[in-house]
């Protein structure tokens, strides 16, 4: 336990530039601290999933949850719009 611990904080702890991950790796973090209710994370991580690949329909999803948990209702319509052009069959 005090491993996974200590290896998720280290993974938080680094910068944009020395965490190269796909977009798939800044989603699953930007996950996880929305889970946990850390808002401004997940907003971070998920756009760098967005700028790694923009035709990421489900982040843009996940980035429309967390800006409504936050109250940037501007950016929850602009990020479902972009969501569902990109996947109009996508149920979430």
Not at 19 to 44: G, I, M, T, W
Not at 67 to 77: A, D, P, R, S, T
Request: no cysteine.
């Amino acid at each position: 336990m005090f491993h996974r611990l200590s290896f998720l904080v280290l993974i938080l702890s680094l910068t944009r530039h020395a965490y190269s991950e796909s977009p798939k790796e800044y989603f699953r973090v930007a996950k996880h601290n929305y889970d946990k209710h850390q808002y401004v994370k997940a907003l971070d991580f998920v756009s760098l999933a967005i700028e790694e690949d923009s035709t990421y329909g489900n982040a843009w999803f996940l980035r429309a949850q967390i800006q409504y948990e936050i109250g940037q209702y501007e950016g929850v319509i602009q990020d479902i719009a972009m969501a569902v052009e990109l996947d109009p069959d996508n149920s979430l």
